[in-house]
């Protein structure tokens, strides 16, 4: 856990722990897989499933354009980084959407 929260805070220094620790309990198994532990801002049907999968289901978004948008606006903010972590992208797509709250 200490390891995303550090991650996370490289991009929001007041990152609450709270807040990384429910979206590490929602990605769950899926972090146990290196593969599917990173986000890869090349793939489009990567980007679909942030979209469908956490955008709209998770953070109840409905406008796909919107989502589309945080989601191009996170991939800027970390292409800085050849590996980029999940819980960190979904922590800044969440922050970007006003919903770190909501989680």
Do not use: P
């Amino acid at each position: 856990m200490s390891d995303y929260l550090a991650d996370v805070q490289r991009y929001d220094s007041g990152a609450d722990a709270d807040v990384v620790q429910k979206i590490v309990k929602h990605l769950g198994i899926a972090l146990q897989s290196k593969d599917a532990s990173l986000v890869s801002c090349s793939d489009s049907s990567e980007l679909d499933r942030v979209r469908e999968k956490w955008c709209m289901k998770k953070l109840g978004a409905t406008d796909e354009g919107k989502c589309d948008s945080v989601i191009a606006s996170v991939c800027e903010t970390v292409s800085g980084d050849r590996n980029k972590q999940r819980v960190t992208f979904y922590y800044l797509v969440a922050k970007e959407m006003g919903h770190l709250g909501d989680l």
